[in-house]
């Protein structure tokens, strides 16, 4: 009988120390991805002000017209260096102002927007894409009208364009994305803008170059 | 003596006459174009400003906006008389060529789409040339017919979910149980 009764003693202590130890790894855990959120939002916020800061202080471009010509490709190649902006992209009529990186990855994506790879560039012309988070930098995009103009400040000159259309498309579809002859925008980011996971479509903004944007 | 004055008089004007004809540049209406600049570019009178010399050749010159760079060229469409633009046309050049924009020698590389550029097509041949920054020779290049530049498509569709939020969610769930545990825990030992 005390056997018995033991041995249901040392169960329950066993299921007390199970739940103690459960306890304190969904604690540490959850604390931890909390965390994770935390610092990745704080890096979002502090690195966009940084990026649009350092694009604002790199529009004076240096007088290049005594540099070698391997001096003038360094510096090219320092501008499109990780972590600097290449243009900051405005939407006025949102009140979306974002710095745009050379690259979409996660990091440049968490802090801005992102050049899609393959596409075309503003200063060099073709279909410039643009991607960023639904959930983050991109979500104003949601209330985006055919006729807004979108303007993208590169260190050269300011290009804007006039939005044309707007579609939602799967997730594989790469027919928006294609190049054109005139210079052209597409903004992508994932739809649906509220929805936990990875969204099945893509919600693409499209728009057309404005040559009487002159500065 | 005074005829032999009238005479130099009008001699002198003749032979400075005839020296000036090729110095007076012809207008783009009258600008003998050869056959294979007109063949190359159907509407080079329509696009024309005006007509310089250079180097001891005339020159039709064309202005146009960028439409795109890359490949060692520029793509340009060439502004008509009539407020419309031509077909895009491609410049063969260096990275490294410098042209003018606003009065500053700016090498190719750096130039932006919407820039509007200056190029001298040489009225006798079918070459073109960008107007170059300082006074330099001309970098002629023959004229390709008109042809968009249109890159195959090699984008992807980028990734624009982010997982932090579900990372967020899912750090307060476990908060959530562990703070019920908790609460248990202490109620059960009280």
Same mark, same amino acid.
């Given at each position: 009988?005390?056997?018995?009764?033991?041995?249901?003693? #040392?169960?329950?202590?066993?299921?007390? +120390? /199970? =739940? +103690?130890?459960? !306890?304190?790894?969904?604690?540490?855990?959850?604390?931890? /991805?909390?965390?994770?959120?935390?610092?990745?939002?704080? @890096?979002?916020?502090?690195?966009?002000?940084?990026? /649009?800061?350092?694009?604002?202080?790199?529009?004076?471009?240096?007088?290049?017209?005594?540099?070698?010509?391997?001096?003038?490709?360094?510096? !090219?190649?320092?501008?499109?260096?990780?972590?600097?902006?290449?243009?900051? /992209?405005?939407?006025?009529?949102?009140?979306?102002?974002?710095?745009?990186?050379?690259?979409?990855? !996660?990091?440049? =994506?968490?802090?801005?927007?992102?050049?899609?790879?393959?596409?075309?560039?503003?200063?060099?012309?073709?279909?410039?894409?643009?991607?960023?988070?639904? @959930?983050?930098?991109?979500? *104003?995009?949601? #209330?985006?009208?055919?006729?807004?103009?979108? !303007?993208?400040?590169?260190?050269?000159?300011?290009?804007?364009?006039? %939005?044309?259309?707007?579609?939602?498309? @799967?997730?594989? #579809?790469? +027919?928006?994305?294609?190049?054109?002859?005139?210079?052209?925008?597409?903004?992508?980011?994932?739809?649906?803008?509220?929805?936990?996971?990875?969204? *099945?479509?893509?919600?693409? %903004?499209?728009?057309?170059?404005?040559?009487?944007? @002159?500065? | 003596?005074?005829?032999? &004055?009238?005479?130099?008089?009008?001699?002198?004007?003749?032979?400075?006459?005839?020296?000036?004809?090729?110095?007076?540049?012809?207008?783009?209406?009258?600008?003998?174009?050869?056959?294979?600049?007109?063949?190359?570019?159907?509407?080079?009178?329509?696009?024309?400003?005006?007509?310089?010399?250079?180097?001891?050749?005339?020159?039709?010159?064309?202005?146009?906006?960028?439409?795109?760079?890359?490949?060692?060229?520029?793509?340009?469409?060439?502004?008509?008389?009539?407020?419309?633009?031509?077909?895009?046309?491609?410049?063969?050049?260096?990275?490294?060529?410098?042209?003018?924009?606003?009065?500053?020698?700016?090498?190719?590389?750096?130039?932006?789409?919407?820039?509007?550029? &200056?190029?001298?097509?040489?009225?006798?041949?079918?070459?073109?040339?960008?107007?170059?920054? $300082? $006074?330099?020779?001309?970098?002629?290049?023959?004229?390709?017919?008109?042809?968009?530049?249109?890159?195959?498509?090699?984008? $992807?569709?980028?990734?624009?979910?982010?997982?932090?939020?579900?990372?967020?969610?899912?750090?307060?769930?476990?908060?959530?149980?562990?703070?019920?545990?908790?609460?248990?825990?202490?109620?059960?030992?009280?």
């Amino acid at each position: 009988m005390n056997h018995i009764s033991n041995r249901r003693g #040392d169960d329950t202590r066993g299921f007390a +120390r /199970l =739940l +103690r130890w459960s !306890e304190a790894t969904a604690y540490v855990v959850g604390a931890l /991805l909390c965390s994770l959120f935390a610092i990745a939002q704080a @890096d979002s916020a502090i690195g966009s002000s940084r990026a /649009l800061e350092d694009f604002a202080a790199a529009l004076a471009p240096p007088d290049q017209s005594l540099w070698a010509a391997g001096r003038v490709r360094d510096y !090219e190649k320092a501008k499109l260096a990780p972590g600097t902006p290449v243009a900051v /992209l405005t939407v006025s009529s949102l009140k979306l102002e974002v710095p745009v990186f050379g690259q979409d990855d !996660e990091i440049s =994506l968490n802090r801005g927007a992102g050049l899609v790879a393959g596409m075309g560039t503003p200063d060099q012309g073709g279909n410039v894409g643009i991607a960023g988070h639904r @959930d983050g930098f991109f979500r *104003p995009l949601k #209330d985006i009208k055919i006729g807004d103009l979108i !303007e993208v400040r590169t260190r050269v000159k300011v290009h804007r364009y006039r %939005v044309t259309s707007i579609d939602i498309v @799967d997730a594989s #579809d790469k +027919r928006l994305l294609v190049d054109t002859e005139l210079p052209s925008i597409t903004l992508v980011t994932c739809y649906p803008f509220y929805y936990i996971g990875n969204a *099945p479509q893509r919600f693409i %903004v499209a728009g057309k170059y404005q040559w009487s944007s @002159d500065t | 003596m005074k005829r032999s &004055t009238y005479l130099s008089f009008i001699g002198a004007t003749v032979l400075l006459g005839g020296a000036a004809t090729p110095a007076l540049a012809a207008t783009c209406a009258d600008a003998q174009f050869g056959p294979a600049v007109l063949e190359r570019f159907p509407n080079i009178r329509l696009v024309c400003s005006e007509v310089i010399e250079k180097e001891g050749q005339q020159y039709a010159v064309v202005k146009g906006d960028l439409v795109r760079t890359g490949n060692n060229a520029v793509y340009m469409k060439f502004k008509l008389a009539d407020g419309t633009k031509s077909d895009t046309r491609k410049i063969a050049t260096r990275p490294e060529f410098r042209v003018a924009i606003d009065g500053k020698p700016t090498s190719v590389r750096n130039l932006a789409v919407g820039q509007e550029l &200056t190029a001298y097509v040489k009225v006798s041949d079918p070459v073109i040339a960008l107007a170059p920054a $300082e $006074e330099a020779p001309l970098e002629l290049t023959p004229i390709e017919p008109a042809a968009p530049m249109v890159a195959e498509n090699t984008a $992807e569709m980028p990734h624009t979910a982010s997982s932090l939020p579900m990372f967020a969610g899912l750090g307060a769930l476990l908060l959530a149980f562990a703070g019920m545990l908790t609460f248990l825990r202490v109620r059960r030992e009280s």
